[in-house]
């Protein structure tokens, strides 16, 4: 089997790379924080002191990294990727990203003979727990042909979605209706409170009828229980919504309620609230309406 690099071990990749582990794939990690490392060490990973290392020693890596520049700093930085992979390898970046970075870093990759794939991901922490996850991918076929046996022990739901940054656009999308479909959910369900009406009565109605959504379902309920604790966090909501919007300005469409509801997350950061779930939301249209849900 080929030997799997995989660099960030947060809420998402960590069981990522242990159900790469399960699924008998000789691992190499690297982490900045050393719990998730030494963790999975006693799983059967070994260790990578850089990503210039694990480029050194893998065959394929994965990326699960918070942003752009991070993904940026560990291809292109010293003791980077790019320094130590060996020509055939493939690169696969399961992190939300730019578009335009997953382009150019194909590119480049292309000219060293290593093939690229942008593949985030949709599901949260519990598909990636549960290997449910659904990837959205950039790149060629033959690529995509020889990750599918990776993809497949994390996911359920496996989608070519066109050339290089095609996955990107796809996550862009993605969490544009995510997170605005997060704001909707908290308008109504704050109507419904102010109105004097039992908001969690509303909710179940709602989701018998064309209302329906999983965001309605899954986020409807913490924002009923004030349960706020991150399965995503507001500030990971914040960086994809700014995503989309600069995709949304590279490609001149006019996407007026994403930077609205980037604005709302934003006061969120301001107000020291960024590692709250993205479904907290809610409390910014409480209090503009100075009532509760719940």
Do not use: W
């Amino acid at each position: 089997m080929d030997t799997i690099g995989f660099i960030g071990l947060g809420t998402m990749g960590k069981p990522m790379a242990r159900n790469l582990i399960k699924a008998g794939f000789p691992l190499v990690v690297h982490n900045r924080s050393r719990p998730a490392v030494e963790e999975l060490t006693k799983e059967g990973a070994r260790v990578a002191a850089s990503p210039q290392e694990v480029g050194a020693q893998s065959d394929i890596v994965i990326l699960m990294l918070p942003d752009s520049p991070d993904v940026e700093l560990v291809v292109t930085g010293k003791a980077g990727l790019f320094e130590g992979a060996r020509r055939g390898m493939l690169l696969i970046d399961m992190g939300t990203s730019s578009p335009a970075l997953a382009r150019r870093l194909a590119r480049d990759g292309s000219e060293r003979g290593i093939d690229m794939l942008d593949a985030p991901v949709s599901g949260g922490e519990v598909g990636a727990i549960n290997a449910t996850l659904s990837i959205m991918v950039g790149g060629s076929e033959s690529a995509l042909q020889r990750a599918r046996p990776v993809f497949q022990a994390l996911g359920q739901h496996i989608v070519h979605i066109g050339d290089a940054g095609a996955g990107q656009v796809a996550k862009a999308a993605n969490q544009l209706i995510v997170g605005l479909t997060i704001e909707a959910v908290s308008e109504a369900l704050v109507l419904a409170a102010k109105a004097g009406v039992d908001p969690a009565q509303v909710r179940q109605a709602l989701l018998g009828g064309f209302a329906q959504s999983r965001v309605l379902d899954l986020h409807g309920q913490r924002m009923l229980e004030r349960n706020f604790k991150a399965g995503a966090r507001v500030r990971t909501q914040f960086k994809d919504l700014g995503i989309a919007l600069a995709l949304g300005k590279e490609c001149a469409v006019p996407l007026p309620a994403t930077a609205q509801v980037h604005e709302m997350y934003n006061a969120m950061l301001a107000a020291g609230q960024g590692d709250l779930d993205h479904s907290s939301l809610v409390t910014v249209i409480e209090q503009m309406a100075q009532t509760r849900v719940k």
